[in-house]
């Protein structure tokens, strides 16, 4: 008999995130890269690393973050355009076998892997599905929550160790059992079908968007005119 359990997106999801030389979805490279496949338990029975060399400098302010520097990179990684196809390999298998994919603030690390595969000339991945956005989903389902929604503070507040915050296999990991956590919470909430709690993101990440469009207006921080990218899990 098939089981027919409500979570069966759970079973099995894949994770990914990216290290980059910056935060322009557009310009900026992939440093290092992680795409990992967790059990319903949350533990990794499959993953691959890859460290890039991004063909540019990498920023002071980037090695802070992630501790690669430009010569650590030149020496040990790949050619960029190897990663980026192989990276873009991972994610396609998974995407096409029906697995979801996390990634925390997917429309920030998708987009970047988009841009980086128009960079080389490889088909890219232009509408990923199904992918789980732990940032989006907690953000609605606990709206009026006070504080930071950082990788580290939501994996504190979900009791989800974060180890070696700001390694992409760590980071990885952790969004892929926050994901984990706010399903088993919010289970009367979310809907049973992955395709469906895909869809409703992007209706999620829109209003999302929208909101925060208002509230920096009203604080000066974007003119009246400006309007956040509320695209996902692919910027437009």
Request: proline residues 5%; aromatic residues 6%; glycine residues 8%.
């Amino acid at each position: 008999m098939v089981d027919q359990g409500p979570r069966r997106w759970t079973r099995r999801i894949g994770v990914f995130d990216l290290e980059t030389t910056g935060i322009d979805v557009t310009e900026d490279r992939i440093v290092t890269a992680y795409v990992g496949l967790l059990d319903e338990r949350g533990a990794v029975i499959h993953d691959e690393h890859w460290l890039a060399d991004p063909g540019i400098e990498i920023p002071e302010g980037a090695t802070a973050v992630h501790g690669i520097t430009t010569e650590h990179a030149r020496a040990e990684g790949r050619p960029a355009a190897e990663v980026v196809a192989e990276v873009t390999h991972a994610l396609r298998t998974l995407l096409s076998a029906g697995i979801p994919v996390v990634a925390y603030n997917a429309a920030y690390d998708f987009s970047l892997l988009k841009y980086e595969g128009e960079r080389h000339g490889i088909a890219t991945i232009d509408s990923p599905a199904p992918v789980i956005d732990p940032l989006v989903i907690d953000k609605t389902c606990d709206r009026y929550r006070k504080g930071k929604r950082t990788l580290d503070v939501v994996a504190a507040h979900y009791s989800v160790p974060l180890e070696s915050a700001h390694e992409a296999s760590a980071d990885a990991i952790a969004a892929g059992r926050v994901a984990l956590a706010i399903a088993e919470r919010f289970a009367e909430t979310l809907p049973e079908d992955v395709q469906e709690l895909h869809t409703r993101q992007i209706g999620w990440a829109r209003e999302q968007a929208e909101s925060l469009t208002e509230y920096f207006i009203r604080i000066g921080r974007l003119e009246p005119t400006e309007v956040l990218d509320g695209s996902w899990p692919v910027r437009a």
